[in-house]
């Protein structure tokens, strides 16, 4: 069977049976029931898909989700997503790759698996980590110390064995385990021959390795020091791998395998980073500093915790707080569209932590949009500002970066 591709944007509908078949429709439905319906919703015969971005794939159709910045052009939306998704720390792709088109042969999701692979590749050469383990078990020669009562219990019989517990060096922990996870789940998915074909060689250096069910708390609990750095990325992408896919391998083939990112947050990230990036003598933080709005006079509880998208800091002093929308303004709208809750958000930012400069910041899609607008707070006098950031040339970065020298930075003077 043939592979196919279909393009879309968020926020748009594919219908059957001119994009879909009614069996790929029916997955469709099934996988909406399990996320209880989170990336799109269902109608009569449609799919119409929500702020969500990414791929989606079923059988050998591959659905691929892009961001709404052109009506038209798919392959520039394409681009954009790569991009963000690489600014935002979510992938690590070279984009030198380009210079060849190699990155336009695959699929998003094949992108990611491609990743992860020349990310395991690189551990593997350099060498798999070793730790030690306790492991507890029969054997035919005395090694370790004997657990009394489990030999007793299990060598009534072969006399010649001893249970007992030792401590075992090898690469049999929770790193490679977490590796080989998302190797076979690579395995099992991918229909790209070369893809396949790297993910098994690679697995060939995991035979010693336990295979076990990976969850959101194997992540949770990982640290990372001197010694496993280094599998930072790989373990990155394999979570992304693990916890988007694996649920759905147990239906087999027909099953729908989606990796997905709420285009709110990409954006939040994607802005976060390059203001870091580019703000020197600033420290840039996202989702910090937290506090809560209210405490408990009876038990000193802390409630409603306030966590802004980005904060600006200048040595101690918090200079200013932006939260970044993916939202389409209305330029010729006396209130641009804005959400009233988005405002009353900055006011109690702008009260709560003292700042005197609050910001929305949203992506600029028409050339009659204002990129800065400057109001104030009609009781406190603070400043708030709408900032619209353009998007043209956004895979090369060139835009942002100037705009935030040239037209961010500035504010941040300003009295």
């Known amino acids: 069977m043939n592979k196919k591709t279909i393009k879309v944007f968020e926020h748009s509908n594919i219908l059957i049976p001119q994009d879909i078949s009614k069996s790929q429709f029916d997955l469709l439905i099934s996988y909406g029931e399990k996320t209880n319906y989170k990336y799109y919703n269902i109608g009569r015969n449609n799919i119409k898909f929500k702020s969500y971005v990414g791929v989606i794939q079923i059988d050998y159709l591959t659905i691929e989700i892009?961001?709404?910045?052109?009506?038209?052009?798919?392959?520039?939306?394409?681009?954009?997503?790569?991009?963000?998704?690489?600014?935002?720390?979510?992938?690590?792709?070279?984009?030198k790759e380009k210079a060849n088109q190699s990155i336009n042969k695959y699929s998003l999701l094949e992108?990611?698996?491609k990743e992860f692979l020349k990310k395991v590749e690189l551990i593997y050469f350099q060498g798999l980590k070793k730790q030690?383990?306790?492991?507890?078990?029969?054997?035919?020669?005395?090694?370790?110390?004997?657990?009394?009562?489990?030999?007793?219990?299990?060598?009534?019989?072969?006399?010649?064995?001893?249970?007992?517990?030792?401590?075992?060096?090898?690469?049999?922990?929770i790193y490679n385990q977490i590796i080989k996870k998302a190797l076979l789940i690579i395995s099992f998915t991918t229909s790209n021959y070369d893809l396949k074909k790297n993910a098994n060689t690679l697995l060939l250096n995991f035979e010693d390795v336990s295979t076990i069910n990976i969850n959101i708390t194997h992540f949770e609990l990982l640290t990372f020091?001197?010694?496993?750095?280094?599998?930072?990325?790989?373990?990155?992408?394999?979570?992304?791998i693990i916890l988007n896919l694996m649920p759905t391998l147990s239906n087999g083939k027909n099953s729908v395998l989606a990796l997905l990112f709420d285009m709110n947050d990409l954006f939040e990230k994607y802005i976060t980073n390059e203001l870091s990036r580019t703000l020197i003598g600033y420290n840039v933080l996202g989702q910090k500093p937290q506090k809560s709005l209210l405490i408990n006079k009876n038990n000193n509880n802390k409630s409603f915790i306030m966590k802004p998208d980005i904060t600006i800091k200048k040595e101690k002093s918090i200079v200013a707080i932006f939260d970044a929308k993916w939202k389409l303004l209305i330029p010729?709208?006396?209130?641009?569209?804005?959400?009233?809750?988005?405002?009353?958000?900055?006011?109690?930012?702008?009260?709560?932590?003292?700042c005197k400069k609050v910001a929305l910041i949203y992506p600029k899609w028409k050339e009659e949009q204002i990129e800065i607008e400057k109001f104030y707070f009609s009781e406190c006098k603070n400043?708030?500002?709408?900032?619209?950031?353009?998007?043209?040339?956004?895979?090369?970065?060139k835009n942002v970066q100037k705009f935030i020298i040239e037209k961010i930075t500035p504010l941040l003077f300003e009295d």
């Open 332 to 354: 010729e709208d006396n209130k641009r569209g804005i959400c009233q809750s988005d405002l009353y958000q900055l006011y109690t930012y702008s009260n709560e932590y003292n």
């Open 66 to 95: 892009l961001p709404k910045i052109n009506k038209s052009d798919y392959s520039g939306s394409r681009e954009f997503l790569i991009s963000m998704l690489k600014k935002s720390g979510y992938i690590k792709i070279d984009y």
């Open 383 to 397: 400043e708030v500002m709408i900032i619209s950031i353009p998007l043209v040339d956004l895979k090369q970065n």
């Open 132 to 173: 030690y383990r306790k492991e507890e078990k029969n054997r035919k020669a005395l090694k370790g110390k004997l657990i009394f009562h489990q030999h007793v219990n299990k060598n009534l019989i072969h006399k010649e064995r001893f249970y007992t517990s030792s401590n075992t060096y090898d690469i049999d922990n």
């Open 111 to 113: 992108l990611f698996y």
């Open 225 to 240: 020091n001197r010694q496993t750095e280094r599998y930072k990325t790989s373990i990155e992408l394999a979570k992304l």
